[in-house]
T-cell receptor
Framework: NAGVTQTPKFQVLKTGQSMTLQCAQD?????MYWYRQDPGMGLRLIYY???????DKGEVPNGYNVSRLNKREFSLRLESAAPSQTSVYFC????????????FGQGTRLTVV | QKEVEQNSGPLSVPEGAIASLNCTYS??????FFWYRQYSGKSPELIMS????GDKEDGRFTAQLNKASQYVSLLIRDSQPSDSATYLC?????????????FGTGTQLKVEL
């Protein structure tokens, strides 16, 4: 039982390049989330998907797009990377509903140069 | 104003003491509250959840919730060096798009020998 799996773990991009961060969960969870974490800023929500087929913006969506490919997979795309997007990115999933806890992937450390 | 507020710390306590971590939130409609622990370079992991006013105890950890004051706290009794980590408060908010989990910036706890 892998839980939440993110790929890649590390990535270096040049400014203007694009890339997609992949996330998959095997817990049959309904809701999935993408967060970024910067020093002193905590976890900030980029996008979330409450259920398959729906996506919504979070606190910091600019510069990102997402796709809920199916119930298991939720990808995050950077179309034109900027140095301000250097961060650690976490994917998380939960059953959904107000009382459900979130489980996190191991994170992707992204550096944009 | 951020929706979930925490003192960033660091909070330093001696080994064996009680560590008290606090969190306030702005959405009066929130019903679910979580405490996550995050070691440096690792993913957040859930340590406590609380849904009703009052105290909830689990081993050395006690979560306290006061919805009227919009206040959540975490007490760690008999603090150990292994408790040194960043503690993140999370609040579940019900939105038009479904439930989303919003985090505070985290409080860094240092337990000193």
């Amino acid at each position: 039982n892998a839980g939440v799996t993110q790929t890649p773990k590390f990535q270096v991009l040049k400014t203007g390049q694009s890339m997609t961060l992949q996330c998959a969960q095997d817990m049959n969870h309904n809701s999935m989330y993408w967060y970024r974490q910067d020093p002193g800023m905590g976890l900030r929500l980029i996008y979330y998907s409450a259920s398959e087929g729906t996506t919504d913006k979070g606190e910091v969506p600019n510069g990102y797009n997402v796709s809920r490919l199916n119930k298991r997979e939720f990808s995050l795309r950077l179309e034109s990377a900027a140095p301000s997007q250097t961060s650690v990115y976490f994917c998380a999933s939960s059953l959904g509903g107000s009382g459900s806890e979130a489980f996190f992937g191991q994170g992707t450390r992204l550096t944009v140069v | 104003q951020k929706e979930v507020e925490q003192n960033s710390g660091p909070l330093s306590v001696p080994e064996g003491a009680i560590a008290s971590l606090n969190c306030t939130y702005s959405d009066r409609g929130s019903q679910s509250f979580f405490w996550y622990r995050q070691y440096s370079g690792k993913s957040p992991e859930l340590i406590m959840s609380i849904y009703s006013n009052g105290d909830k105890e689990d081993g050395r950890f006690t979560a306290q919730l006061n919805k009227a004051s919009q206040y959540v706290s975490l007490l760690i009794r008999d603090s150990q060096p292994s408790d040194s980590a960043t503690y993140l408060c999370a609040v579940n908010e019900v939105t038009g798009g479904g439930n989303k989990l919003t985090f505070g910036t985290g409080t860094q706890l240092k337990v000193e020998l």
